[in-house]
């Protein structure tokens, strides 16, 4: 990404191009799955990297940036869930709906674990995404959330037990 | 690993799969790295019987609102000397030039609003706007083999909105329902006044049948459906495939939108031998397409407005009067009240059956009615005595609905050596002017927009 401000320092600029060029699709993927509204997940993808960008000086460990802009579309998604439940998304906004590509290429039995998985808790939603999706260590998860390891191991198998029910209830 | 562990890993990767690219970051939306990042302050919670006012407050805020949606003017919205204030424009990156960034701007304050790489391996290579000066629709192709790849001439499209005032003033949304036009030669891309349709005229499976007709469609820009589409195996259409936009995208000239919407014009160029003369003939016209019309036939449903012709130069092309058809590489374009044909043309000093040479060239924007088509009027003129071995350019980018006033350029193009040079001596940099009332007005606030492909306001 280019910028037009020449006083924007180049390491941040290059770092944060770089770093979304890698990562970018694989958060806006997480945020799609945790969300369900493609546009509404770019939004916070993005704004997860503006982040980065702007606090890119006051950052206390620059050589993982990953940690910090995976952290800030974890919260962001859980932003953009409360706000969805408080209704105040915007006249405009529309209701996530499931996308043509997802009915087109995604079977209806992982559809459905999708779904169950959008219905679980905030917290039980995110750790199986960052378990199972992103393939974190339960170490990265509890960072990444900011709980402790046991939460993440407790949270894990209580969402897991709940898609199972959730799956039977529907079946 | 559990079966449910499996599943769950298995389910959310095929469902994130969906999800193939990317929209471009624009960091520019950020304020600067280590600038302190002000929130705003929290108001205070509205009272609880403040709910139903807020509630009626809100359906006449929707109701206002999708007024204002419905009315998005038709009619450029004039920024300053009656012409548009915002405009978005590929602009070639050096060393070569393969990858076109989108550079957004402010003609009126000079500022550049963002400028936007594409996904990575992909180059924009579409712009086009609508009327209300805020909204644009652009297309990406892949880089292959280090070029633009010919066989995808627009294969993401995404709405480019500006929103001044706000943090994020400029927000691109990729809009997946329009075409990937895979394998056609795309000759003519234009987004109509209101921003709801967009007009493409290609030639589908060009590599493969480049004999095709000629396809002009028109898609929903919101759900990509197809509203419209006209053929024709008259390839003189939109200028012809033989113009090799060679990465820089169709012309924005091709093809626009007049009549409030309700019309598309578009240019056709051919040549025939004058059984006289002997001497190839070219013969320039501006077609009108009445979009109200039934029928699918592009040459049979649509009618001649305006037209021209001169006998070829063996030569010197650029000698004679001054007229659009002395030069074809600038497209005649009807202006949006249907009235009108402006043009930018060159004439040499130079007697017909020479080489031209060093001297003052007269460079000139042109308007014809339709009602008296074969008298020229030139709207403004330059003398540009361009140095040896470079040849002056003259471009169009933009008219108003009457053709009362132009934006355009003029140039001194020298020998090129490859590669894309960021900063042109000023002799070769561009000069950017409004031309109204007889006069062309530098336009300043274009600043060091040396370089772009296409540019649309």
């Known amino acids: 990404m280019d910028t037009a401000n020449t006083d924007v320092p180049p390491q941040a600029t290059h770092a944060v191009t770089a770093l979304y060029a890698e990562h970018g699709l694989r958060l806006v993927r997480l945020a799609v799955i945790m969300l369900g509204d493609r546009a509404a997940a770019e939004d916070v993808v993005q704004d997860a990297f503006l982040g980065l960008y702007r606090r890119w000086d006051s950052l206390a460990d620059t050589s993982n940036p990953l940690a910090y802009v995976r952290a800030s579309v974890v919260n962001g998604c859980r932003s953009a869930l409360r706000r969805r439940s408080r209704g105040t998304v915007g006249l405009f906004t529309e209701p996530p709906a499931e996308s043509a590509e997802a009915r087109a290429l995604v079977s209806e039995e992982y559809r459905a674990v999708v779904a169950a998985i959008r219905r679980l808790p905030a917290r039980r939603r995110e750790v199986l995404l960052l378990r199972y999706y992103l393939d974190m260590t339960e170490d990265e998860t509890a960072r990444a959330m900011g709980v402790s390891r046991g939460a993440v191991k407790s949270a894990t198998s209580r969402a897991l037990a709940a898609i199972g029910r959730i799956l039977k209830e529907e079946s | ?457």
């Open chain 2, 1 to 457: 690993m559990t079966p449910a562990e499996r599943v769950v890993r298995a389910a959310t990767r095929a469902y994130g799969e969906t999800v193939t690219e990317l929209r471009p970051l624009d960091l520019t939306a950020a304020a600067k790295p280590g600038e302190r990042h002000v929130r705003p302050r929290r108001r205070r919670r509205f009272p609880g019987w403040l709910a139903p006012v807020a509630a009626a407050a809100a359906v006449v805020a929707l109701a206002i609102s999708l007024v204002i949606v419905r009315n998005i003017p038709a009619r450029p919205a004039p920024a300053s000397g009656g012409v548009p204030r915002y405009y978005a424009a590929l602009v070639p990156q050096p060393p070569q030039g393969f990858q076109n960034k989108l550079t957004v701007g402010d003609a009126l304050t000079g500022a550049r609003l963002a400028t936007l790489t594409p996904a990575r391996g992909y180059s924009f290579s579409v712009v086009t706007a609508a009327a209300d000066d805020r909204t644009f629709v652009v297309a990406a192709q892949p880089i292959y083999d280090g070029a633009a790849d010919k066989r995808f001439p627009a294969r993401t499209w995404y709405l480019l909105r500006i929103t001044p005032g706000t943090s994020s003033q400029v927000r691109l949304t990729r809009l997946p329902t329009l075409p990937d036009l895979k394998g056609a030669h795309l000759l003519a891309v234009a987004l109509s006044g209101s921003g709801r349709e967009i007009a493409v005229g290609f030639i589908p499976d060009y590599a493969t049948s480049p004999q095709s007709p000629v396809q002009l469609r028109v898609y929903s820009v919101t759900t990509g459906n197809l509203e419209r589409a006209w053929s024709t195996s008259d390839q003189t259409v939109f200028g012809g495939p033989g113009r090799d936009t060679a990465g820089n995208g169709p012309p924005t000239t091709a093809l626009t939108w007049v009549d409030d919407d309700r019309a598309l014009a578009f240019p056709t160029i051919s040549a025939a031998s004058d059984p006289r003369t002997h001497q190839d003939v070219m013969y320039e016209t501006v077609r009108l397409l009445d979009m109200s019309a039934g029928g699918g036939d592009l040459i049979a449903d649509s009618r001649v407005i305006w037209s021209t012709q001169r006998e070829s130069v063996p030569v010197n092309d650029q000698h004679g009067q001054l007229s659009c058809v002395n030069n074809l590489s600038i497209l005649p374009m009807l202006t949006a009240d249907g009235k009108t044909i402006v043009c930018a043309a060159i004439k040499s000093p130079n007697p017909q059956g020479t080489i031209t040479a060093p001297g003052p060239q007269t460079l000139a924007w042109l308007a014809y009615s339709t009602s008296a088509p074969t008298v020229a009027r030139t709207l403004a003129q330059v003398t540009v005595d361009a140095p040896k071995w470079t040849s002056p350019a003259i471009d169009l980018q933009w008219t108003d609905s009457s053709g009362g006033t132009l934006i355009g350029t003029w140039t001194i193009e020298g020998a090129s050596i490859g590669f894309i040079d960021p900063n042109p001596a000023p002799t070769y940099r561009p000069h950017w002017g409004v031309i109204a009332d007889g006069k062309f007005r530098p336009l300043t606030t274009m600043g060091d927009l040396n370089l772009y492909r296409a540019i649309a306001w």
